[in-house]
């Protein structure tokens, strides 16, 4: 683990793009004041771990750093002459998670790579989120293994564009949504589908409607989504599945997180004061349904106040959401969940493909979300529009962030690219990218081997090897070790290597197994393979 990661911290220390901004290390310890400036305090307060100082002053363990840096910059940085800037760290967030798993996937612990960059204008500010995502996607590329970009939702984080960086594995807790035919990638948070007049049904159709409850998070509002059972639907349609991250955009004050919404609705609503025994000033509250309709469900119906449920007897106050039955919009109101085989809403074929993923990465633009609640301001010229000014010529800072989970990576690695052998490491995240086992009469002959691979010479860049010289262990344990802990090459010098010049070459990724290479040829063999490792 500590190998893996001091090698993935070099590569992003010498990356061309992290090579143009300055390292810096931000205190794990946060001012609760400077989250509260920002904004963002109240939006995330059950993830982050709390304390206050003998003096009562409030602090929290950071989960990221945009107050921090933001606060930074604005000390030191006084004009436009000074931008871009940027800058990067790798440190160990915190967060509160509710349910950690899978070891290093999903922890409270977390070591990241933050880029934070700062320049002058949007247009410039965008110009360097684009060569962010550039480098991005050089690193993955780097990492020769399988990933997805995909638009996604900034989140918590803030601003108004952002990209993520996916692995597909099935032990994913993201779904994305990518197209056979086109670009098209999304995270299914965004993901809308088009609106299509060819889907309109008559009453005839429908035989039965799914209604899916929800509770607003006050408690005092029921959400009853209504979506048609149809026939005329493909059958693995007619049991489609609620689109949830549509309802929350629709309805933003719906809490996802609740368990039988509808009994703990009723509950709620059966412990509160009646209005004849209430002495309070206020008009007593009643309960309340928002009802949300697929844009299929046909008017009639909609207009006989009817549902799935026929919960809508006992309530006091009925509203009620309708979706577009016609392509009037750009997106109609349909509450399934996408699936293999749907339309594409960029080019229109049935090519959409789900993909369970883990994030590894994200870009945000967050243009000024921190810099204007935070009053981050330069001296701008002002000859110039393209600046947006507070006052005078003066300036808000144009800010992006770019993270990368150095902990999520490994375990995400290590988890999918494994076989029964053990791990097999892509040689930028191994511990090393070469291993040499030897029997004991061997050990001179596999020195001679590191010092060929390890040392620089004319038209060879030397590989970071190590030479398993432990003694009282038999070549076979050696062998079964490497294959363990996951080193991208292995050379073995057995009982022919002596006598006849021949090793035998392991490179697990490219299924190579023991294969027999002459000692003058080990360079070209290796060198041929490391491009695809």
């Not at 001091?6 to 290390?25: G, H, Q, R």
């Not at 025994?277 to 309709?293: E, F, G, N, V």
């Not at 090519?351 to 243009?367: P, R």
């Not at 002959?445 to 620089?456: C, I, K, S």
């Amino acid at each position: 683990m500590f190998g893996t990661t001091t090698n993935l911290s070099i590569f992003f220390d010498s990356e061309p793009f992290s090579a143009c901004a300055s390292k810096v290390s931000l205190s794990s310890i946060s001012a609760t004041a400077l989250w509260e400036k920002s904004g963002r305090y109240g939006e995330t307060n059950p993830e982050l771990f709390q304390l206050k100082d003998r003096r009562g002053a409030k602090f929290l363990l950071s989960p990221t750093h945009e107050e921090e840096i933001t606060t930074l910059v604005d000390n030191a940085v006084t004009s436009y002459k000074q931008l871009p800037l940027l800058l990067y760290q790798i440190s160990r967030k915190y967060r509160d998670e509710p349910r950690p798993r899978q070891g290093l996937l999903r922890s409270r612990e977390f070591l990241m790579k933050d880029l934070y960059t700062f320049d002058a204008t949007p247009q410039d500010a965008e110009e360097t989120y684009n060569k962010a995502r550039t480098a991005y996607k050089n690193f993955f590329d780097e990492l020769r293994i399988p990933y997805l970009v995909a638009k996604a939702d900034s989140g918590a984080i803030g601003g108004d564009l952002s990209h993520e960086y996916h692995f597909p594995t099935l032990s994913g807790e993201d779904t994305i949504l990518s197209c056979d035919s086109c670009s098209y990638a999304v995270n299914e948070e965004l993901a809308r589908k088009p609106g299509s007049a060819d889907m309109v049904r008559s009453t005839a159709d429908c035989v039965s409607y799914k209604s899916w409850f929800g509770l607003s998070k006050d408690r005092s509002n029921l959400v009853e989504a209504i979506l048609p059972q149809d026939t005329g639907m493909p059958p693995q349609r007619r049991a489609a599945e609620i689109n949830l991250y549509l309802l929350k955009t629709l309805y933003p004050e719906l809490h996802l997180g609740i368990e039988d919404p509808l009994n703990t609705f009723i509950v709620y609503w059966r412990n509160q004061p009646s209005s004849t025994t209430s002495h309070a000033t206020k008009p007593p509250r009643i309960p309340q349904l928002t009802r949300i309709y697929d844009y299929r469900v046909p008017q009639a119906f909609i207009d006989s106040d009817s549902s799935g449920s026929n919960i809508s007897a006992s309530m006091q106050r009925v509203s009620k959401i309708v979706g577009s039955r016609r392509s009037t919009s750009q997106v109609s109101l349909d509450l399934a969940r996408f699936q293999d085989g749907d339309e594409c809403p960029e080019c229109g074929h049935n090519s959409i493909k789900l993909q369970q993923a883990i994030e590894l990465g994200h870009t945000f633009y967050l243009g000024d979300r921190y810099s204007k609640p935070m009053n981050a301001t330069f001296t701008a010229p002002s000859f110039q529009n393209a600046y947006v000014k507070v006052k005078k010529n003066q300036a808000y800072f144009q800010m992006g962030c770019h993270g990368i989970g150095i902990s999520r990576m490994i375990a995400a690695v290590a988890d999918s690219l494994a076989d029964k052998q053990g791990l097999q490491w892509p040689r930028v995240m191994a511990p090393f990218e070469a291993a040499i086992l030897a029997t004991d009469e061997n050990k001179r002959a596999a020195e001679e081997v590191w010092d060929m691979l390890a040392q620089p010479a004319e038209g060879w860049q030397p590989l970071d090897a190590v030479l398993d010289d432990r003694d009282g262990k038999g070549l076979g344990w050696k062998l079964k070790d490497a294959d363990l802990i996951g080193f991208p090459i292995v050379v073995i010098l057995g009982s022919q290597s002596s006598q006849q010049g021949i090793c035998e070459v392991s490179i697990p990724r490219l299924g190579t197994r023991l294969e027999k290479v002459a000692m003058g040829d080990l360079k070209d063999f290796i060198g041929m393979r490391l491009d695809k490792i």
